[in-house]
């Protein structure tokens, strides 16, 4: 669980609250809370027990404003039990992946969103050096349309 990284560049996040319900939202019903996750922090492994959970609602708290917080539920996986004696939970070192894969793609999703920017802009500057030359032309053109006008009324008058 975590905010979308590439709203990175939007100020005054509020951050998200993910809480997870079983069969409806209720009090009663609540399973786990993530607690605020912010913009910039690492994405939040949530390990809930499902025991007995027939509808599984993850209700996003979008705390406080309106502020375009974009969550993210990135590989979500619900592990089953085998029998009743067993639970199929994934081991620490599988937690740890998991939570290295989540960096990991947080840091990817960095790299894409500064390397999406720098071609913005470079496509921006290219866009204005591309509107002055044409400006340059069309001054040009005009100069030359001028100059070749001037050059026939001369003419013209050094006739008579």
Same mark, same amino acid.
């Given at each position: ?5 590439? %709203? ?10 993910? *809480? ?24 939040? =492994?949530?390990?809930?027990? =499902?025991?007995?959970?027939?509808? =599984?609602? *993850?209700? *996003? ?11 993210? *539920?990135?590989?979500? %996986? ?16 599988? =937690?740890?992946?998991? %939570? ?14 500064? /390397? ?16 002055? /030359?044409? /400006?340059?032309?069309? $001054?040009?053109?005009?100069? &030359?349309? &001028? ?11 050094? $006739?008579?």
């Amino acid at each position: 669980m975590g905010i979308d990284y590439t %709203k990175s560049t939007k100020t005054n996040r509020d951050g998200a609250n993910f *809480i997870f319900y079983k069969d409806s939202i209720s009090e009663e019903n609540k399973l786990a809370e993530s607690g605020v996750i912010l913009q910039p922090d690492n994405a939040k =492994l949530m390990n809930v027990d =499902l025991t007995g959970v027939e509808k =599984l609602i *993850i209700y *996003i708290d979008k705390v406080g404003g309106k502020n375009d917080d974009c969550v993210d *539920i990135a590989d979500a %996986k619900v592990y089953v039990k085998e029998d009743d004696n067993t639970p199929d939970q994934p081991s620490k070192d599988e =937690l740890e992946e998991i %939570k290295n894969q989540a960096v990991a793609a947080k840091n990817d999703a960095e790299t894409a969103a500064k /390397a999406a920017e720098a071609a913005k802009a470079d496509a921006e500057a290219a866009k204005a050096d591309a509107e002055a /030359a044409k /400006a340059k032309s069309r $001054r040009s053109k005009s100069s &030359r349309r &001028r100059s070749k006008e001037s050059r026939r009324r001369s003419k013209g008058s050094s $006739r008579c």
